[in-house]
């Protein structure tokens, strides 16, 4: 756990297994330190759907993470309620917006995180994105939010406006989410949105993993600490 020259964290460089206090109970997270990372910064990447076998260990998840590591920036992958090793029960979206906001209360308090990058995929970003500005009454500092296929058919997403300087990438292929009605909505939003269209990716991005980490990358060196 200790750190060292390498790791701002009181956790070293490497992977850490935790349990991390939660709404309902304990909360299964791994925390990756990167060398070299970022001082108090820190991405956290949330699953899609636990009822369609959604986890932390999920490929597009998995990706995001890389991504982090060879952008310097450590990442906090947990499993929402319910799922593996955390407790409770799915609740819809409602409850997982809660261990969002857990998981961030315990970055700020016990890593001293002062620039959050929270990334979300499919259903994760529909939490992602409705947390943000419970995020901000809390007092956490969020600076970038991304989106990787935003279920906009699927979830309410409504009554909230996105950051300016907020991410979004889907494929033009989508099979779960209607790629127009992700269109639709991102022109409903006010603020400046930076939306990518992968031509020929799929919901979960089959074969194009490789351009999605590189997404994701460029978007953690380049996005980090602009938005507010």
């Known amino acids: 756990m200790a750190g060292n020259e390498n790791s701002p964290f009181k956790y070293a460089v490497g992977d850490h297994r935790l349990t991390l206090p939660g709404p309902m109970g304990p909360l299964q997270a791994i925390l990756s330190v990167p060398p ?17 076998g959604g986890t932390m260990e999920n490929k597009v998840i998995f990706t ?77 500092q969020g600076r970038s939010l991304m989106l990787i296929a935003p279920p906009v058919t699927r979830f309410p997403m409504v009554g909230f406006q996105l950051p300016k300087g907020t991410r979004v990438i889907y494929g033009n292929e989508d099979e779960v989410v209607d790629p127009q009605a992700i269109s639709d909505w991102l022109e409903t939003q006010n603020a400046e949105i930076e939306e990518r269209v992968m031509t020929g990716a799929s919901h979960f991005f089959h074969g194009r993993l490789t351009d999605l980490r590189d997404w994701v990358r460029h978007g953690i060196e380049v996005g980090e600490g602009r938005n507010g």
């Open 36 to 52: 070299h990372a970022r001082a108090k910064s820190l991405a956290v990447l949330c699953h899609p759907h636990p009822l369609f």
């Open 64 to 140: 995001a993470h890389r991504a982090c590591r060879d952008a310097s920036m450590a990442s906090l992958r947990f499993n929402f309620r319910g799922v593996g090793e955390s407790a409770g029960e799915f609740d819809h979206g409602a409850g997982e917006q809660h261990d969002v906001l857990a998981v961030l209360a315990w970055a700020q308090a016990t890593l001293g995180i002062e620039e959050l990058t929270l990334i979300g995929f499919s259903f994760g970003a529909f939490v992602a994105a409705t947390v943000w500005a419970k995020a901000t009454q809390a007092s956490l």
